[in-house]
């Protein structure tokens, strides 16, 4: 059964320190890694999707990186309104179909 | 583009009732998926339908069920309702089927309230 961990649960931070946020996952045919952000009241907002080992991308603060059993969303420099919730989820293959597991999520808290 | 939409965005019911959620995908997406989240369990995966045709289903019982149009707007239903059904039940759409490499963009919820 496809697991995706994240860690840690909460991360208070002041605004510029730079972190890391960490989702571990097992799963069996890998075909794609989903990064979301939530705010409260709403549904997520899609931000990332990594294919491969090595792989990055970037949007703004906002670093994603994907090895073989680890993503890491890197945050630099951040600020008040990066305070959200943040989703990782893996899609496997299921037959033939795929199905999309997701992580507990990581509340992250940016004071000014 | 407009967005996913769900309606209604908040509902109160009471135990045992049955309550039928909407949702609305983007304009060309085919592929819709339910998901329910509830603070203790995160994101969990309820259904998702291609093609008017159910094509996964997570793990939740047979009060949970759901159907999708011809124009791709999918409907889902809870009946008997219990208390643990409340939650932020969450759609989302995607262009392809989920045989495809697939990012999922999300509604913003309905709000159940189970009492």
């Known amino acids: 059964e496809d697991q995706v961990t994240q860690s840690p649960e909460a991360l208070r931070l002041q605004e510029g320190e730079s972190s890391s946020l960490n989702c571990s996952y097992t799963?069996?045919?890998?075909?794609?890694l989903f990064w979301y952000r939530q705010d409260p009241g709403k549904g997520p907002e899609f931000l990332f999707t990594l294919y491969s080992a090595g792989e990055e991308k970037e949007k703004e603060r906002l670093k994603a990186t994907l090895t073989k059993k680890e993503s890491f969303l890197h945050i630099t420099a951040p600020k008040p309104e990066d305070s959200a919730t943040y989703l990782c989820?893996?899609?496997?293959?299921?037959?033939?179909?795929?199905?999309?597991?997701f992580g507990k999520g990581i509340t992250l808290s940016v004071r000014p | 583009k407009a967005g996913v939409t769900q309606t209604p965005r908040y509902l109160i019911k009471t135990r045992g009732q049955q309550v039928t959620l909407s949702c609305s995908p983007i304009s060309g997406h085919r592929s819709v998926s339910w998901y329910q989240q509830t603070p203790g369990q995160g994101l969990q995966f309820l259904f998702e339908y291609f093609s008017e045709t159910q094509r996964n289903k997570g793990n939740f019982p047979g009060r949970f069920s759901g159907r999708q149009f011809s124009n791709s707007r999918s409907e889902m239903n809870v009946s008997t309702l219990e208390l643990g059904d409340s939650a932020l039940y969450l759609c989302?759409?995607?262009?392809?089927?989920?045989?495809?490499?697939?990012?999922?963009?999300f509604g913003p919820g309905t709000r159940l309230t189970v009492l």
């Open positions: 989302a759409s995607s262009l392809f089927g989920p045989s495809s490499y697939n990012e999922q963009f």
């Open positions: 799963v069996s045919g890998l075909r794609g």
């Open positions: 989820a893996v899609q496997s293959q299921t037959g033939a179909n795929s199905k999309l597991t």
